[in-house]
């Protein structure tokens, strides 16, 4: 098979397009044709450049967290999961060999992508306790995409926030990938009032055309001003960042009104930031860090994407052979949505 292999930490053109032999099932595991992986910015570009060591990525590796396609191949054990079969698979999974529905299984986990290979590759296996069944009518770049964003946006603002239908949640980074799978389930899903804030007008505007009530440019307008403005004086129930912008963050943390929650899973644009804790106390605001996602929501999220009510926004798609490029791409802050490759381009 061909595949992108990082040998050394370095620039772009440290990931290299190889041909490999074709991996094959252990017992309890399936072997997926690959026709979809994302390209993130932590995962996979700061990897790349060597600044994720502390997640003890094994060189040399095939990249990608997250992966999704068609069983190919299954191995001893595996009862449930047929070829041709179309799933999703992703993020932290068993290492070694283990049953197929993952019952008992007491030995390491890891990410595909940094512990054993992952999606930047024609065919990769992975235990079949993690794979997730596509819905028909979502097509394999977008279910990548679900696959990656939809379950941490689904838990901070179900499970974490709690967010109400009768509440105000303030989203920062519309435009990016939580930011505007954030803003869907907020809007679509639980039926919210969502202000979407972003750094240009531009981006501020995607959040409004993704259905968010209202949209603010955080670096022209004064953002707790605005949302002060907008909840007539208020304040928002609930703030969906996972950015830690130093500069807007705290804008935002004076825009929580009474009981106000703070949910994140990121921290790319601090992550020091200045928190006012007279505000905190007297507001009783809780601040909630808590990346990752339930299994069981996962369906629910598939379920959403399939009837239209969050849809993964999609930049560019590119042959697998140019990651470098995509890699490029995200690095450069200017896509405005996600960079999918797709092996079967080339
Ligand atoms: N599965 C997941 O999605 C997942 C799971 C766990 C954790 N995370 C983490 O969550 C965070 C957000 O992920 P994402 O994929 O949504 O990110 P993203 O789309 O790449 O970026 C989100 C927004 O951050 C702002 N931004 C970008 N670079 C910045 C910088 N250097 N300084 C300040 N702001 C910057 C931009 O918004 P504006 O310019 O409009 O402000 C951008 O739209 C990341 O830290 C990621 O590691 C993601």
């Known amino acids: 098979m061909r595949a992108i292999v990082l040998h050394h930490y370095g620039p772009p053109d440290a990931l290299r397009y190889e041909e490999?032999?074709?991996?094959?099932?252990?017992?309890?595991?399936?072997?997926?044709r690959i026709h979809a992986a994302t390209?993130?910015?932590?995962?996979?570009?700061?990897?790349?450049?060597?600044?994720?060591?502390a997640r003890g990525p094994i060189l040399p590796l095939v990249p990608g967290v997250d992966c999704a396609g068609v069983i190919d191949a299954v191995g001893e054990g595996v009862s449930k999961w047929r070829t041709s079969s179309r799933v999703a698979a992703?993020?932290?999974?068993?290492?070694?060999?283990?049953?197929?529905?993952?019952?008992?299984?007491?030995?390491?986990?890891?990410?595909?992508?940094?512990?054993?290979?992952g999606g930047f590759a024609e065919l990769v296996c992975v235990p079949a306790c993690v794979l997730v069944a596509l819905p028909d009518g979502l097509d394999f770049h977008h279910a990548a995409v679900v696959m990656r964003h939809v379950p941490t946006a689904w838990n901070l603002l179900f499970n974490v926030a709690e967010?109400?239908?009768?509440?105000?949640?303030?989203?920062?980074?519309?435009?990016?990938?939580?930011?505007?799978?954030?803003?869907?389930i907020a809007k679509n899903v639980?039926?919210?009032?969502?202000?979407?804030?972003?750094?240009?007008?531009?981006?501020?505007?995607?959040?409004?055309?993704?259905?968010a009530d209202y949209a603010v440019n955080y670096n022209s307008h004064d953002l707790t001003a605005e949302v002060m403005r907008l909840t007539a004086g208020r304040g928002v129930d609930v703030l969906y960042d996972n950015i830690a912008n130093p500069k807007v963050l705290p804008k935002a943390f004076h825009a929580l009104g009474f009981g106000g929650r703070l949910v994140t899973a990121g921290a790319?644009?601090?992550?020091?930031?200045?928190?006012?804790?007279?505000?905190?106390?007297?507001?009783?605001i809780t601040i909630k860090g808590r990346p990752g996602y339930r299994p069981p929501d996962v369906p629910k999220c598939f379920a959403a994407a399939a009837a239209g009510k969050v849809k993964a926004q999609i930049e560019r798609v590119l042959p697998l052979s140019r990651a470098a490029e995509a890699h490029r791409l995200v690095e450069s802050g200017e896509s405005k949505g996600k960079i999918v490759l797709d092996p079967t381009l080339g």
């Open 190 to 211: 639980i039926g919210a009032t969502v202000i979407a804030a972003a750094g240009s007008d531009e981006r501020a505007q995607i959040g409004r055309a993704l259905g």
């Open 39 to 53: 390209v993130n910015r932590v995962l996979d570009v700061s990897l790349r450049a060597g600044r994720e060591t």
């Open 268 to 284: 790319h644009g601090g992550p020091n930031v200045t928190i006012d804790f007279s505000h905190l106390y007297h507001k009783q």
């Open 90 to 117: 992703a993020g932290v999974m068993p290492l070694e060999v283990c049953p197929e529905d993952g019952n008992g299984y007491a030995g390491p986990t890891g990410m595909m992508g940094i512990k054993r290979p």
């Open 20 to 32: 490999l032999a074709d991996p094959q099932p252990r017992a309890g595991e399936v072997r997926i």
């Open 163 to 184: 967010l109400k239908a009768n509440e105000t949640v303030l989203i920062m980074g519309a435009s990016g990938n939580l930011g505007s799978i954030g803003i869907q």
